[in-house]
């Protein structure tokens, strides 16, 4: 009894992490409209009056752990789903959860973000009916099938992963001396800072030396990218076997303030001097930067949130509907306060907290308990605080 309990408290942990990790991303694309820097194809909003490359910094700092975080995270849960449901199990959740919101939300933020993207570049570039421009490119039917995945490029991976970790799974189950082997020697490097502190950034150093790039790029196609499948696999890939090791968790706790400071100091120090450091220099820190923080802010959230919160609680379940629509809030609002003389930073904020707050209220009118909520969530919450007995959905 004393197990299950622990493991239940991990558990709010963990779930707590991955709805943080999803409600970072709103951070991110308030931010980037706002920073100095130059993100090409990936975001073509930047206010054309006013721009501050701290914002570039609280964006290219989240963005540096939060997918590697929550490709850990899915690695986690998608093995408790394949031991403890079956291969058949995991693939129906993963259907539910991920695929079938996907194909849904899809088309529906494919309109959406079109208008809003093309409206606040039309404010940007001053024309006079930005709006009526926007809705004017939906008059060729071919604009309603989405060209991107957008934001939703994660799921997509997501689903490519878990498809290829259900193999993964199948063929370690043909040979269980094998994978109690590996779970053996894995247990010895989780549970000591210092070796899995070298170990894994030397693994992630040979993954970008095999992908032969520094920094791999959000991959919005749907032809899939062998660079951005194999970076997020290999945190999948411990994420996985963490839960084989799921006893040891307690030792990330181990160095958890130290690994994220470390890894903020590193962030720092390349962010500032981004150009005087070659390939090799890139990689090596972006190797150690990332496996710091992966499990110096893991650390932290079963170090402080293992025990359960009915507000963390709604936070996480609310996250995912926050994940799915926060882009459209993002891409339109900065058209909307443009000449709001105020500041780059406030206005990032601006848009940060109108986002969060039309997010979370649409959330808990319109969603929660609604089929919606059902859909996305595995049921249709109540009014009530969820019960303190009752484990977060796996979604």
Same mark, same amino acid.
Request: some cysteine.
């Given at each position: 009894?004393?197990?299950?309990?622990?493991?239940?408290?991990?558990?709010?942990?963990?779930?707590?992490?991955?709805?943080?990790?999803?409600?970072?991303?709103?951070?991110?694309?308030?931010?980037?409209?706002?920073?100095?820097?130059?993100?090409?194809?990936?975001?073509?909003?930047?206010?054309?009056?006013?721009?501050?490359?701290?914002?570039?910094?609280?964006?290219?700092?989240?963005?540096?752990?939060?997918?590697?975080?929550?490709?850990?995270?899915?690695?986690?849960?998608?093995?408790?789903?394949?031991?403890? %449901?079956?291969?058949?199990?995991?693939?129906?959740?993963?259907?539910?959860?991920?695929?079938?919101?996907?194909?849904?939300?899809?088309?529906?933020?494919?309109?959406?973000?079109?208008?809003?993207?093309?409206?606040?570049?039309?404010?940007?570039?001053?024309?006079?009916?930005?709006?009526?421009?926007?809705?004017?490119?939906?008059?060729?039917?071919?604009?309603?099938?989405?060209?991107?995945?957008?934001?939703?490029?994660?799921?997509?991976?997501?689903?490519?992963?878990?498809?290829?970790?259900?193999?993964?799974?199948?063929?370690?189950?043909?040979?269980?001396?094998?994978?109690?082997?590996?779970?053996?020697?894995?247990?010895?490097?989780?549970?000591?800072?210092?070796?899995?502190?070298?170990?894994?950034?030397?693994?992630?150093?040979?993954?970008?030396?095999?992908?032969?790039?520094?920094?791999?790029?959000?991959?919005?196609?749907?032809?899939?990218?062998?660079?951005?499948?194999?970076?997020?696999?290999?945190?999948?890939?411990?994420?996985?076997?963490?839960?084989?090791?799921?006893?040891?968790?307690?030792?990330? %706790?181990?160095?958890?303030?130290?690994?994220?400071?470390?890894?903020?100091?590193?962030?720092?120090?390349?962010?500032?001097?981004?150009?005087?450091?070659?390939?090799?220099?890139?990689?090596?820190?972006?190797?150690?930067?990332?496996?710091?923080?992966?499990?110096?802010?893991?650390?932290?959230?079963?170090?402080?949130?293992?025990?359960?919160?009915?507000?963390?609680?709604?936070?996480?379940?609310?996250?995912?509907?926050?994940?799915?629509?926060?882009?459209?809030?993002?891409?339109?609002?900065?058209?909307?306060?443009?000449?709001?003389?105020?500041?780059?930073?406030?206005?990032?904020?601006?848009?940060?907290?109108?986002?969060?707050?039309?997010?979370?209220?649409?959330?808990?009118?319109?969603?929660?308990?609604?089929?919606?909520?059902?859909?996305?969530?595995?049921?249709?919450?109540?009014?009530?605080?969820?019960?303190?007995?009752?484990?977060?959905?796996?979604?």
């Amino acid at each position: 009894m004393k197990n299950l309990i622990q493991n239940s408290e991990r558990l709010h942990s963990l779930d707590a992490l991955r709805g943080i990790m999803m409600l970072l991303g709103l951070i991110i694309h308030s931010a980037v409209t706002y920073g100095s820097a130059d993100y090409g194809g990936a975001w073509r909003l930047k206010d054309p009056l006013t721009t501050h490359f701290a914002n570039d910094y609280i964006a290219l700092l989240i963005h540096v752990f939060r997918m590697p975080i929550f490709f850990l995270i899915a690695g986690f849960f998608g093995a408790l789903l394949f031991y403890d %449901k079956g291969t058949l199990g995991m693939l129906k959740n993963r259907f539910k959860r991920i695929l079938l919101p996907f194909l849904v939300f899809l088309p529906i933020l494919n309109f959406c973000l079109i208008i809003g993207f093309k409206y606040t570049m039309g404010v940007f570039d001053n024309d006079v009916t930005p709006f009526l421009s926007a809705i004017q490119i939906f008059e060729n039917p071919l604009a309603f099938i989405p060209l991107s995945t957008f934001h939703l490029w994660f799921m997509y991976y997501l689903i490519l992963i878990s498809l290829f970790f259900v193999g993964f799974g199948l063929l370690f189950k043909t040979v269980p001396h094998v994978s109690e082997l590996i779970k053996d020697k894995f247990s010895i490097v989780i549970q000591n800072p210092l070796l899995r502190l070298t170990l894994f950034p030397l693994c992630s150093y040979g993954v970008y030396l095999f992908i032969g790039i520094e920094r791999v790029e959000t991959s919005t196609s749907y032809i899939p990218d062998v660079n951005t499948f194999v970076f997020y696999s290999s945190f999948y890939l411990v994420g996985w076997l963490l839960f084989k090791s799921k006893e040891q968790l307690d030792s990330l %706790k181990k160095w958890d303030w130290l690994s994220t400071i470390l890894g903020c100091v590193l962030f720092s120090i390349q962010f500032f001097n981004y150009t005087s450091f070659g390939f090799q220099e890139l990689i090596i820190i972006n190797s150690f930067m990332g496996w710091l923080f992966c499990f110096g802010i893991t650390g932290l959230f079963i170090r402080y949130a293992s025990k359960h919160s009915a507000r963390m609680r709604y936070i996480s379940d609310a996250s995912y509907w926050v994940y799915l629509v926060h882009l459209i809030f993002s891409a339109f609002l900065p058209g909307m306060i443009v000449n709001y003389p105020i500041p780059s930073t406030a206005k990032f904020l601006l848009v940060a907290s109108i986002t969060g707050i039309v997010c979370f209220t649409s959330y808990k009118y319109f969603v929660r308990g609604s089929f919606i909520g059902k859909f996305l969530n595995g049921k249709r919450y109540t009014s009530k605080k969820p019960s303190k007995m009752k484990q977060a959905p796996l979604n």
